[in-house]
């Protein structure tokens, strides 16, 4: 077991005992990583540090359900992306709020760009594609591509069908490609 992990262990049993400077250093290890993935659903700076917020919030009032079956990391991250996920459904509903470039990469069966200039480049042409794709085409290609989680585990946190949610993002890689060609 590695000292980091350890460590993380103890200052999560001195949360659960209250401390708060515990849980001041559980944060400082973790809200970079949280803000990076709640801002990558709802893509306001605003919006994302609200639901990162809430989701320490969260997790340190249940943090006695915290089993340890996976790391306080991925825990927490879940956390994070289904506070997100119900956040952007809610805005979405009240059409206040639109969902602007989420997928950070693309799976590129073509090749290796040559240098990085080039790789630049072509990660901007799929930011401003990305804004042309379905709202539920991003979300499903970001939490597969990006946050790498599986179908089944996409198929949860979207509340769709397992094959329903396959399909989606099957769709979304082709709909991407196809105005990734055209632009």
């Known amino acids: 077991m590695s000292q980091n992990k350890v460590h993380t262990e103890a200052l999560l049993q001195l949360c659960l005992e209250g401390?708060?400077?515990?849980?001041?250093?559980?944060?400082?290890?973790?809200?970079?990583?949280?803000?990076?993935?709640?801002?990558?659903?709802?893509k306001d700076s605003a919006e994302a540090e609200d639901v990162m917020q809430e989701s320490f919030l969260n997790a340190f009032t249940k943090l006695h359900t915290f089993k340890g079956e996976v790391t306080f990391g991925a825990w927490l991250k879940r956390i994070v992306i289904n506070k997100s996920i119900y956040h952007y459904r809610k805005q979405k509903k009240k059409n206040e709020v639109g969902l602007d470039d989420i997928l950070y990469k693309v799976e590129d069966n073509d090749g290796i760009a040559e240098d990085h200039e080039s790789t630049e480049r072509m990660a901007q042409k799929v930011l401003e594609t990305m804004k042309q794709l379905k709202d539920n085409y991003r979300i499903s290609l970001t939490l597969h591509l990006i946050e790498g989680y599986d179908y089944e585990e996409v198929s949860s946190i979207m509340d769709i069908s397992y094959a329903n949610c396959r399909t989606t993002i099957s769709r979304a890689k082709e709909s991407l490609r196809k105005k990734m060609i055209k632009a």
């Open 19 to 42: 401390k708060q400077s515990a849980q001041m250093e559980i944060y400082n290890r973790y809200y970079k990583a949280m803000y990076n993935t709640a801002f990558r659903i709802v």
